[in-house]
């Protein structure tokens, strides 16, 4: 039995000092991944700093966007009337995310923090140099279908699995951080990593920084869809998918925003799509021409090619589905 010391913050600056007295803290608050790492035996946290008494439960909208609290649950999120007429493309992806009863335990904040399902990570008697540095990569020459094909390095080639993040990096979110220095916000594009020479390090988070919520501002997007294609309906990771949002007027896109996921270590923003589209008529040949260039730069392994026309196919159906 591996032994942890549990404690209960009352305040955000409690809780960032507790975990600056210990550096193998975690915090805690829905449990719904680090529990399953912790009895699986691939994390070890000394000391878990129980965070759901914080006052990071609210949900908060006016001209400027909206901010949703870290402990706000996934499901309350997608049930938010605000985020439901507002911001569609974020209860879309919230409700394809895990099952129903996982998305009244998790957590906005969780769901940002949540780690890869590598089944190789998952699986302590296999190399993996995301759980142990330097000891290979078992998906590398494995089965890798479930992987990367944009951004991997030679030292991992996972993907990020969160639904949600791929919408916030679609709707140009910002992740909200405390510590011990103040308040700061990270693009939310900008707060996941990919893996490089340090595959364990899945985002820029630093120690004794806590999420406090996550900011998306208002926009003009009057389209949106989020297509997740998966091995099932329910309670699956994405092989691929799609968060496309748009703003269309008299048939020309003023405006769009475009990620997938399942394709990289971070929410993968199709930057080049985008340009593409934008002043183009919201036509079918249009989207074609972009679903083409969807995977350029893209490099598979070997039991990944399908997710090369796979994505294509993706980002064809999630832009004409958001339009109709
Ligand atoms: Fe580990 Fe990454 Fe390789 Fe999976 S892909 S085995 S997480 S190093």
């Known amino acids: 039995m591996i032994n942890f010391e549990y404690t209960k913050a009352s305040s955000t600056k409690t809780a960032i000092d507790a975990s600056l007295k210990n550096n ?12 399953d790492l912790m009895k699986k035996g691939i994390t070890a946290p000394q000391r878990l700093i129980d965070i759901t008494a914080l006052p990071l439960k609210n949900i908060n909208s006016d001209a400027k966007g ?8 996934n499901s309350a999120a997608a049930e938010n009337e605000t985020v439901k007429t507002k911001y569609p493309l974020l209860a879309m992806a919230l409700n394809a995310g895990a099952s129903a009863q996982l998305r009244n335990m998790a957590t906005v904040g969780g769901n940002i923090m949540q780690r890869t399902r590598c089944s190789y990570f998952y699986d302590i008697t296999m190399p993996c140099n995301k759980r142990n540095p330097g000891t290979g990569c078992g998906a590398a020459e494995g089965y890798n279908r479930m992987h990367a094909v944009f951004g991997a390095s030679d030292k991992c080639i996972a993907v990020h ?48 920084e806590l999420i406090t919520a996550i900011h998306i501002p208002a926009n003009n997007f009057n389209k949106a869809y989020y297509l997740k ?7 699956a990771f994405a092989l691929v998918s799609v968060a496309v949002a748009l703003e269309v007027k008299n048939g020309i896109i003023k405006d769009v925003s475009l990620a997938m996921g399942g394709v990289a270590h971070k929410p ?9 589209l ?34 294509k196919a993706a980002v064809l159906e999630a832009l004409t589905k958001a339009v109709v």
């Open 66 to 73: 909206i901010t949703i609290g870290a402990l706000v649950a």
């Open 229 to 235: 294609i998966r091995d099932r309906l329910s309670y």
């Open 24 to 35: 193998n803290a975690k915090f805690i608050a829905g449990g719904t991944n680090l529990v």
């Open 278 to 311: 934008i002043g183009k008529t919201a036509s079918q040949q249009v989207f074609k021409d972009a679903a083409a260039m969807a995977m350029d730069g893209a490099t598979t392994y070997e039991h990944n090619t399908y997710k090369i026309k796979l994505g």
């Open 161 to 208: 699995p969160s639904d949600m993040c791929v919408a916030l990096a679609a709707l140009n979110a910002t992740v909200n951080i405390s510590s011990s220095k103040g308040d700061k916000k990270i693009l939310f594009t900008d707060f996941h990593r990919l893996p490089g020479d340090t595959p364990e390090l899945d985002n820029n988070l630093q120690a004794g």
């Open 268 to 276: 993968w923003r199709l930057t080049a799509v985008e340009k593409f």
